[in-house]
């Protein structure tokens, strides 16, 4: 039997209320997302793609269809099942850093593990690990104070990390960033995809979105376009310093 894919979905359908009217936010989309998968989620405003994410990241279920995450049917989960499928399966990263201003980086990577079972001495070298994957191996001690916009979002990054997710979810994470910090960071998830990890990011820019190895274009709740970049391409967006 081979592997299950990370993402799988079946005619997911989601209905929102908007006084009197029914609005479909998604309209029946099917997509496989494979382990190992750098995937851009793009779209206008209203496209459905952020109600897509919110699905993929168990935030919410489907109106109709299944949704599956690593094999795991979520569509008829509860609150406190999906909370636990999340912690197990999933890293976000979002467009605000979401950090804790009176703790430094070791400590917001750390907050995570409130939530598992590893063990408390352990807590501190995972963290470690972590930010110096994230190239912040010399800020461990430093609050966010005392980091730039860029060194925060890789302190969320590493916060995202911590408990060796199967799948990282970014929403906008370059949108808060100047073009070459953004870019930055960007190149430091190609190589966290590069390393093996999944990353779906969703953005509404075409030169962010460049940098993963395939597009999905959402509009009006319907997926309109699926497209993979050729080898050349995706290499011109890497940087060596």
Known sequence: MGKEPVIRTQAIRKAYAMGNNVVWALKGVDITIEAGEFVAVMGPSGSGKSTFMNLVGCLD????????LNGEDTS???AEQLAKIRNKYIGFVFQQFNLLARTDAIENVSLPLLYSNV?????????KRRLTQVGLGNRMDHHPSQLSGGQQQR????????NDPLLLLADEPTGALDTQ?????????????DEGMTIVLVTHE???AAFAKRQLMFRDGELVSDERADAASAN????YA
């Open 236 to 239: 011109a967006q890497t940087v």
């Open 181 to 193: 910090t953004g870019d930055e960071i960007m190149q430091l998830f190609q190589s966290l995809n």
């Open 76 to 78: 008829k989960l509860n």
């Open 61 to 68: 279920l489907p109106t109709e269809g299944q949704l599956w």
């Open 155 to 162: 302190v969320a990054i590493a916060r995202a990390l911590i």
């Open 119 to 127: 063990p408390d001495k352990e807590w501190t070298e995972r963290a």
């Open 206 to 208: 075409p030169e962010i």
